[in-house]
């Protein structure tokens, strides 16, 4: 299989482990933000996994979650199966951006 370049940029990030990138949009980098949005999958996979950690200790997973995105303080999650890790391999700005296009089904 073919990579695409802006598929290669992102399999390098990724290797490099990157987990926020900064830029300005326009026409040559597009492409790249395209490819960026189809990896919201992974979002949505280490937000269910957080809210499962968050449910299973007792706690309002939604509250928790919220609380979190509003004002950077990992100790609003759990470090209940690793939950406070991965949430704090995202960034808050993507996670709205993702959470926000999910809700408007963009």
Request: aromatic share 8%.
């Given at each position: ?22 830029g300005?949009p ?7 933000y ?37 004002s ?35």
């Amino acid at each position: 299989m073919q990579l695409t370049g802006s598929q290669v940029i992102i399999e390098c990030l990724k290797e490099q482990g990157v987990d926020t990138v900064f830029g300005y949009p326009g026409g040559a980098i597009l492409n790249v933000y395209d490819e960026l949005y189809k990896h919201s999958s992974e979002i949505r996979h280490i937000l269910t996994t957080v809210y499962a950690a968050l449910e299973d200790k007792g706690y309002n997973p939604i509250n928790q979650i919220v609380g979190y995105i509003l004002s950077a303080d990992p100790t609003y999650i759990t470090n209940h199966n690793s939950a406070r890790t991965l949430i704090c391999k995202i960034d808050r700005d993507e996670l709205l951006q993702v959470l926000v296009k999910s809700y408007l089904e963009l």
